[in-house]
């Protein structure tokens, strides 16, 4: 499996554009995380799913922040419209079931946003 | 604030010494993950330690933990140039399937 694939690598937009980060999970992992990651503020869990329904999204930092998972193979995170303060390394992480096996997280590579 | 605190944020010792990281945190537990992340890159999982368990050891890893200070503590002995990185620990809350990161700790090992 080629792990956790996140797209794009980079992303400069300017304020007030749309943006949408993909992710595709390791496949047979029934749980996907979105995080942020910032100097200030550390690594932030956004929203979580499991078997493609949002469990969580206490996280998620205002109305401009929506994430969707429609197949199991498959999620977005989309910031609408964007601000400079946004700007951050977004990851995507996904593990098994806990009761199929470990908790482990498999991380991917991340998106790093700049929004100017 | 989401996260636990980890001590120290940073810490530069020499090829060859043992580094010891900490982790707190506030709230019950599962479990106890560490991750590693290089700069640039994301995170990969180095060990996980259960809510009934106290200590742990994965080749020059050691965790231990102590769920009545809410704590748990990374030993990495004989420490290489390649163990520079930034460490995060993670705690799964009793409950839920949250993972929360701590605020990590910036080893540097010098060669």
């Known amino acids: 499996d080629a792990g956790v694939i996140q797209s794009p690598r980079h992303e400069v937009t300017e304020m007030g554009q749309e943006v949408t980060l993909r992710c595709k999970p390791i496949?047979?992992?029934?749980?996907l995380f979105w995080y942020r990651q910032t100097m200030m503020r550390g690594l932030e869990l956004l929203i979580y799913?499991?078997?493609?329904?949002?469990?969580?999204d206490s996280g998620m930092p205002e109305d401009r922040f929506s994430a969707k998972m429609p197949n199991a193979s498959f999620s977005t995170l989309k910031i609408q419209p964007s601000e400079p303060r946004d700007s951050a390394v977004y990851f995507c992480?996904?593990?098994?079931?806990?009761?199929?096996?470990?908790?482990?997280?498999?991380f991917g590579q991340g998106t790093r946003l700049t929004v100017v | 604030s989401q996260q636990g605190e980890e001590d120290p944020q940073a810490l530069s010792i020499q090829e060859g010494e043992n580094a010891t990281m900490n982790c707190s945190y506030k709230?019950?537990?599962?479990?106890l993950q560490w991750y590693r992340q290089n700069s640039g890159r994301g995170l990969v999982h180095l060990i996980l330690i259960r809510s009934n368990e106290r200590e742990k050891h994965s080749g020059r890893l050691r965790v231990t933990l102590d769920t009545s200070k809410k704590s748990s503590s990374l030993l990495i002995t004989a420490s290489r140039a390649a163990d520079t990185a930034s460490y995060f620990c993670a705690t799964e809350r009793s409950g839920t399937y949250k993972y929360i990161f701590g605020t990590g700790t910036r080893l540097k090992v010098l060669a």
């Open positions: 799913f499991n078997n493609n329904v949002p469990i969580d």
């Open positions: 709230t019950s537990i599962n479990n």
């Open positions: 496949s047979g992992h029934d749980y």
């Open positions: 992480a996904s593990t098994r079931d806990r009761i199929s096996g470990t908790s482990e997280a498999f």
